[in-house]
């Protein structure tokens, strides 16, 4: 037996390709989220592995009965939930020749084909995003093809670090400062803890205030991370006036389109990245919604040069004539990691077989079916739309006035509900007191009397006369809530002082969460759908993300069945 036999490979191949042509045909048939139990499997797999060989036969059938019931189906026209994977015919191939091909591609020589089309795919990119010339190659910047928004961020991050570091000197890395929305994704905090830096939120209008405060302070300010599309609310931050503010202080600007980016390709979504000329580096991710199979993140910067000096290395074994020339790239000076896969191959297929008429008109359908499901929910007066929908995902809930009264009477005047109500908000069970009206992670965010929503730009005073923000607003704050860092302390003084009258706001708000929780839970344990929530401004909000390459209009019309029937039953007995 050999382990890379051409007429082994070509018979296995045939029968897993079979299996998975099967898988997508029936798809319909598995319930959109896996509803196996935590630990399911090591009751099925045998503790130790097989001393012998077994035969494909035996494990594909292991695969079919152990492994499929523990998926969630995210290629699921049904799927709903955080944002798209959307995969597709040509990136399933593109992937398969990649690992076919089973290249190192860490610099130029390791192969010369998986670096150059890397280059010339990230600039067919660009142009088709309408990047400024200084983004690509062609202008003396260039894109990369990484595996996730995280890494994309981190080696920015790293970059900017680097660059500053050496003009300030080495020693003040703790005075360095990064800003960002309470809504930017997750990858920018775990990267700022990476690189030992403090990382604090901000609205768009404060931006200017906060750096001030903080160069008072003797902090340095580093980075801004700007938000296309957050993973919430699909938000936008502004990013022109943005990257106005920083220019004036010489903050590296990162653009995180890694949802969204991919809709800019379509003329009539472009302005959402007006003004990423005054950015340093931009991202998107093309495993998200732009039919390239899992992962595939790409990521062009002005300043390619600031990456190779802070993540190049060169010891003698990979020292060779191409790279001493300076005439090639070498990837993995732009990476955390020396190893790297030949990710442009998928890219270059999707792009070449779909073409960017094609590409545009998916993604435009996609968008279609949101305000399809948009209207939906405005035919019903028991549902509102929550957040203004941008892209193809939206966000509704339960309205507080379909709610009947007797969920509110119940309550006995207490934060608190019985269990069949209760809900957890990601980080464990939420905490009510006079002094914290809500906190949803590291927001924490003070609601008053109008309290509705914000759906970006965290930490925000609410008051009677701002009733919700959505978006390039950002609610009115004092001067000290510029900025604001881990949980969100606030002064006192914030506080509304209408005690009694505050804390029904609160415990009915609860309440309407609760009742929401409630509901998502029971669409997604029914296995015919699959959403996910988030908690913007203390509303609790189920998102509805279309996305999934085999959606169609019948699948969104039977989600929309799907949750009047269960609202109906959770609004008549609970």
């Known amino acids: 037996m050999t382990p890379l036999n051409h007429q082994e490979f070509r018979r296995q191949g045939h029968m897993i390709i079979d299996m998975l042509a099967d898988y997508y045909r029936d798809i319909e048939k598995y319930p959109v989220r896996s509803q196996v139990e935590p630990g399911y499997l090591r009751q099925r797999i045998p503790e130790d592995a097989p001393d012998y060989p077994e035969p494909i036969e035996t494990i594909l059938q292991d695969v079919q009965r152990d492994i499929v019931p523990g998926l969630t189906h995210w290629q699921s026209p049904n799927y709903f939930a955080y ?46 995003l309408r990047l400024p010339e200084s983004f690509l190659f062609s202008g003396n910047g260039g894109g990369v093809i990484h595996g996730t928004t995280c890494e994309a961020i981190l080696c920015t991050l790293v970059a900017a670090r680097d660059q500053m570091l050496d003009r300030v000197g080495r020693d003040n890395i703790l005075r360095l400062v990064v800003y960002a929305s309470d809504q930017t994704h997750c990858a920018l905090q775990k990267a700022a803890q990476t690189t030992k830096l403090a990382a604090f939120a901000l609205s768009p209008h404060s931006l200017r205030s906060a750096i001030i405060s903080d160069k008072e302070a003797g902090m340095i300010p580093l980075f ?17 006036a943005l990257c106005d503010v920083a220019k004036d202080y010489g903050i590296w600007v990162h653009v995180d389109a890694a949802y969204a980016g991919s809709a800019c390709i379509c003329p009539e979504f472009r302005h959402f990245i007006n003004g990423v000329e005054g950015a340093t580096s931009f991202s998107l991710n093309a495993h998200k919604w732009f039919f390239t199979n899992l992962d595939c993140c790409c990521l062009w910067t002005k300043d390619p040069s600031a990456l190779v000096k802070a993540l190049s290395t060169n010891p003698e074994y990979l020292r060779n004539g191409a790279t ?63 957040v203004p929908r941008n892209f193809s995902t939206v966000c509704f809930r339960v309205s507080p006035s379909a709610i009947p009264k007797r969920f509110y009477q119940n309550s006995n005047g207490h934060a608190g509900h019985d269990q069949n109500l209760g809900y957890q908000n990601g980080n464990g069970s939420a905490r009510y007191d006079q002094n914290v009206s809500y906190q949803n992670g590291t927001d924490g965010a003070r609601c008053g009397q109008n309290h509705s929503y914000q759906s970006i730009n965290g930490g925000a005073r609410y008051d009677q006369n701002v009733s919700h923000q959505n978006g390039n607003g950002g609610a009115r704050r004092d001067q000290d809530l510029s900025y604001q860092n881990g949980n969100a302390n606030h002064d006192q003084t914030l506080l509304h002082q209408n005690g009694g009258a ?43 993300a279309v996305g999934a390459s085999l959606t169609e209009e019948r699948h969104v019309n039977m989600a929309w069945e799907v949750i009047q029937q269960y609202a109906d039953a959770i609004l008549s007995t609970s």
């Open 324 to 386: 001493n020339s300076k005439r090639v790239v070498d990837y993995k000076d732009w990476q955390i990691a020396l190893s790297r896969r030949f990710r442009a191959m998928k890219l270059w297929l999707v792009l070449r077989s779909y073409g960017v008429s094609n590409l545009r008109s998916f993604i435009r359908r996609h968008i279609e079916m949101a305000k399809h499901f948009e209207q939906l929910i405005a035919t019903d007066k028991r549902f509102e739309v929550v």
């Open 502 to 544: 505050n804390d029904k706001k609160l415990q009915d708000n609860e309440i309407v969460n609760a009742l929401n929780s409630k509901l998502l839970e029971s669409l997604n344990g029914s296995g015919r759908v699959f959403m996910t929530h988030a908690i913007v401004g203390g509303v609790y909000i189920i998102r509805f």
């Open 224 to 240: 801004l991370c700007a938000t296309v599309g957050t993973t919430s609310s699909t938000a936008v931050d502004p990013v022109e």
């Open 83 to 128: 944002f798209p994977s959307s995969g597709s015919i040509a990136g399933f191939l593109g992937e398969m020749l990649s690992t076919g091909f089973n290249v190192v591609g860490f610099n130029w020589m390791a192969s010369p084909a998986a670096t150059e089309l890397e280059s010339i795919v990230m600039d067919w990119l660009g142009r088709m």
